[in-house]
């Protein structure tokens, strides 16, 4: 028995096109699972299927053959969009198996400078930031979990942060979110279980500081070399380096297979050590 196998899996991501997204639907396509990426920009999501395409292509890579992966235009918004998605997936596959929250995101508006105070903070896009990274969350774990409960199983495994556990200087809007994130994944693996079924784990990852398009331009310079904030991770990180996106892809893969089927709850760090480093 493979506790790991997850061939012809049907998985959902929300922030498919973002730098981790993209990176864990190739992973998960490639070891046989069907990935339907869903994104807001339809030009990326077609290229970034055809770069996967290419890779399930070659036989090397893609031993078992079984894999897939689509795009979805989606707006995790809107509960109406999301919702046809899921009936555009059910009508694919017949079913969900996972559901990984990764949409999110930040803005300018929502943090303090080095220099600023929380007076400088404007208050409409810090409800933005909260929106898009917890109620982005809530709505589709709301659509995405009917079918599981149907089917009596299923795992969801939302993005939480490095800034749930601290609260770091700078990303107000973004830690107040990434925290509701945690606990809402402890509030929702309890609710789904005593109430439907302990079929279905509700999970989440906190990934430590890997270079994405959200973050390059305030951990590098233009020039690769680090920044002041950059400087101060790695210091940070007993690592001592950033994380890569594919680093990623072992947990997530544990967190969706029956490896995990009595893990529920809890929220996952993958941070070269970030969160535990004292001094």
Do not use: W
């Amino acid at each position: 028995m493979n506790l790991f196998n997850i061939e012809e899996y049907v998985v959902a991501i929300t922030g498919g096109t973002g730098v981790l997204g993209r990176e864990i639907g190739k992973y998960l396509a490639l070891n046989g699972a069907h990935v339907v990426l869903l994104g807001r920009k339809a030009d990326v999501g077609a290229q970034i299927v055809a770069e996967i395409e290419a890779e399930l292509a070659d036989t090397e890579k893609n031993a078992s053959g079984k894999g897939s992966v689509v795009f979805m235009k989606t707006d995790v918004m809107n509960q109406t969009v999301v919702e046809q998605n899921c009936q555009e997936i059910l009508r694919l596959y017949g079913r969900v198996d996972a559901l990984l929250n990764a949409a999110g995101g930040n803005m300018p508006g929502a943090t303090i400078s080095p220099t600023g105070t929380i007076f400088d903070v404007k208050v409409e896009e810090f409800e933005k930031v909260l929106n898009v990274n917890l109620t982005g969350t809530v709505i589709p774990t709301q659509v995405f979990l009917r079918p599981m409960i149907e089917a009596g199983k299923g795992a969801i495994v939302n993005f939480s942060s490095m800034a749930a556990f601290r609260p770091m200087t700078r990303v107000m809007g973004y830690a107040a979110a990434k925290a509701g994130i945690s606990n809402f994944t402890a509030f929702m693996a309890q609710e789904v279980a005593k109430k439907f079924t302990p079929g279905i784990r509700v999970n989440a990852i906190a990934p430590g500081f890997f270079l994405t398009n959200q973050n390059r331009a305030l951990l590098t310079n233009p020039d690769g070399s680090l920044t002041e904030r950059g400087t101060d991770v790695i210091r940070q990180t007993p690592f001592g380096r950033f994380g890569k996106p594919e680093e990623l892809c072992g947990t997530i893969h544990y967190l969706i297979s029956d490896a995990s089927s009595f893990v529920t709850g809890t929220v996952a760090v993958v941070d070269g050590g970030f969160n535990i480093f004292a001094m």
